[in-house]
């Protein structure tokens, strides 16, 4: 009996992006299927938010044709399919007002919201919302107030929200850019964890920096001014050699206790 066929949550093929005549992304063909976690790696400028903002259906690419849970971009109601899809930004970030509590800012993805009074909610709403926060090690923040907490705590909030629809497909996108050490390496852990869940969606995490990468991520794709420079299997295609072509530096790149690290020789 053979092996059952793996779906596919995103799937993209020849994309471009453009904007005000310059070119962004060129040619990318991508492929998320279920059950991977993969890291997007590039310089500043390369691409990487751009390519994101697409997958979460906030772009449109200029050429090429992108498919999210099998529905196509341009032939579905986008408005509709976002909600499948969990998105963290730091866009989103500051668009919160500082007074919510964390409990409302899960449970009001439900809707895709950002207020608690646009839409009705139930009990059962709330106490999903305060699951999630104690799913990525939140659970006592759930009555605070968004203005109460650290940058690491706000980020673990946001990774809570992503996940209140029970998404088809989660994209983070630098979320440890603002986090002090401590912030990052607990992010990381919750990161680690919820790539390690089985049940979990597919995962797509963007950085700049190897050290981000938490364990338990199985792919990577590396962008250079727009264009696919490589990708697969993490082990296969994070190499000194590709992460020195992508930053445009000599690199030598270490790999132990399941984490990257990379410094110039």
Same mark, same amino acid.
């Given at each position: ?147 109460? $907490?650290?940058? @690491?705590?706000?980020?673990? #909030?946001?990774?809570?929200? &992503? =996940?209140? *629809?029970?998404? +088809?497909?989660? /994209? ?56 696919? $420079?490589?990708? @697969?299997?993490?082990?296969? #295609?994070?190499?000194?050699? &590709? =992460?020195? *072509?992508?930053? +445009?530096?000599? /690199? ?14």
């Amino acid at each position: 009996m053979g092996s059952p066929t793996r779906t596919s949550a995103l799937r993209m093929a020849g994309v471009g992006f453009t904007r005000d005549k310059r070119p962004i992304l060129a040619d990318v063909d991508w492929e998320v299927a279920d059950g991977q976690r993969w890291v997007v790696l590039g310089a500043n400028g390369s691409g990487k938010t751009t390519l994101l903002r697409i997958a979460a259906l906030y772009e449109h690419p200029t050429t090429g044709t992108v498919e999210v849970l099998g529905q196509r971009l341009g032939r579905t109601d986008v408005r509709r399919l976002r909600h499948r899809v969990g998105f963290v930004s730091p866009a989103l970030a500051q668009m919160l007002r500082p007074h919510l509590t964390a409990a409302d800012v899960v449970m009001t993805a439900r809707h895709g919201a950002l207020e608690p009074w646009w839409h009705d909610y139930t009990d059962d709403d709330r106490q999903r919302a305060e699951e999630l926060l104690a799913q990525v090690g939140a659970e006592g923040l759930a009555p605070r107030t968004i203005a109460t $907490l650290s940058s @690491g705590e706000r980020q673990r #909030v946001q990774i809570a929200r &992503s =996940l209140m *629809t029970a998404p +088809g497909l989660v /994209l983070l996108d630098e979320p440890a850019s603002t986090l002090d050490l401590g912030g990052r390496e607990m992010l990381i852990a919750d990161l680690t964890r919820l790539a390690a869940d089985a049940g979990a969606p597919p995962l797509v995490l963007v950085t700049h920096r190897p050290e981000e990468i938490p364990p338990n991520f199985t792919h990577a794709l590396l962008l250079k001014d727009g264009q696919v $420079l490589t990708q @697969g299997p993490i082990d296969a #295609v994070l190499t000194s050699q &590709s =992460l020195s *072509t992508c930053f +445009g530096v000599p /690199l030598e790149l270490e790999h132990h206790n399941n984490r990257y690290y990379a410094q110039a020789p």
